[in-house]
Structures are given as C-alpha cells and as structure tokens.
C-alpha cells in the first residue's frame, strides 16, 4: 500500500513520515519511504534551482518538473513495492495539483501529469495554519516559503481538496507525538487491524 503524508510546508511531513516509518518497521512490516521533490535527481536539481530563485520557469513549466520527479523515480518506487508492504510518501502527486491548482493551472492537465504513476492508497493531510507554519521555519525560505499570502491559499486549497478526495486531515499544530498517534489510528484502520 503507498500512504502518502501530505501538508503545506512545516506541516511535521518529515517527521511523521519517519517516525511512522520506524513505527511500521518495529511492527515487522517492510516499509520503504520516499521524499518529494527529490533533489538528488536531474530534474530535481532544476526545481530546487527554481526554488532558490536561481531559474525562472513559467508556472506550466515548474508543474511539468515537478512530475518529472516522480517519473524519473519510477523504476524505484515499483522495486520498492515489489519488495515492501507500504511505502510512505512525504509528499507525492498531490502537492503538485495542490500547488498547481494555486497557481491557476486546470485540474485535469495537473492530474494528467501524473496519470500512470502507482495510485495512493491513503492520503493523510498535515493541516497546520499559514501563520504556525510560517513561525516553524527558522532556516533560509524557498520561493514558496516566503510568500505568505501564497501559503494561505495552499492551506485554503488543501482542505478543499482533502475534503473533496476523502483524504485524512490531521491537526498538525499537535504535539507531534499525538500527531503521530493519529496517524496510526488511521493506518490501523485502513488495514483493519
């Protein structure tokens, strides 16, 4: 099963994804994670650039990099399913229709980008206010980052869509031990157990 973490930016999804990962392996469940946009890649050496302010791309542009990503990561991911009983996903194609849908992109181009990659089986929200999300970042602010008018509009966006596609929402303001406590009560229900 793929759960994907999903959340605006210093909404905990590092966090929880690692600490939900360590919860599944000591439960003896294989578990693999990935973490998107992965830098280490071609594209994902672009799109950091571009977050830095040192590339400029039209928005359409940024979008098609951005499931570029997770395309050049496919041979992974499916290895890993094959090997895995959950993958965890901090941050998987729902960002970009997220992020996208903010930046005034259409639905079905953004969801077509992406249509072919292996489906999300559980999708949990990190929903945390624009404001405690600004006042977690301490270090240096990526070009989302620093526009909080932009981070509002995420949140906004994320909550619609969260409640439209049934997703989890999860409020991240928590201590991240309840956070995390949560999230296993809705892995545990998933699976039934």
């Not at 624009?130 to 006042?135: A, L, V, W």
């Not at 990526?142 to 997703?167: G, H, M, P, Q, V």
Request: a positive charge.
């Amino acid at each position: 099963m793929i759960i994907v973490i999903e959340g605006g930016d210093q909404a905990g999804k590092k966090t929880q994804t690692e600490l939900l990962s360590r919860a599944l392996k000591k439960r003896k469940i294989k578990t693999s994670t990935f973490s998107f946009p992965d830098y280490s890649t071609p594209v994902g050496k672009e799109i950091s650039k571009y977050l830095d302010g040192k590339r400029k791309f039209p928005p359409q542009t940024i979008h098609c990099l951005l499931a570029a990503n997770r395309w050049e990561k496919l041979n992974h991911i499916l290895s890993a399913q094959s090997k895995n009983s959950v993958l965890i996903m901090n941050r998987y194609y729902q960002s970009n229709l997220v992020y996208g849908l903010a930046n005034g992109m259409k639905q079905r181009w953004l969801e077509n980008l992406d249509a072919g990659l292996p489906k999300a089986d559980l999708v949990i929200l990190l929903d945390v206010s624009q404001k405690e999300s600004f006042n977690r970042k301490k270090t240096k602010r990526d070009k989302f980052e620093k526009n909080k008018e932009f981070l509002k509009k995420i949140s906004k966006i994320y909550r619609t869509t969260a409640r439209k596609k049934r997703w989890k929402i999860i409020d991240a303001s928590q201590p991240k031990e309840r956070v995390h406590q949560e999230i296993l009560n809705i892995f545990s229900k998933k699976i039934g157990l």
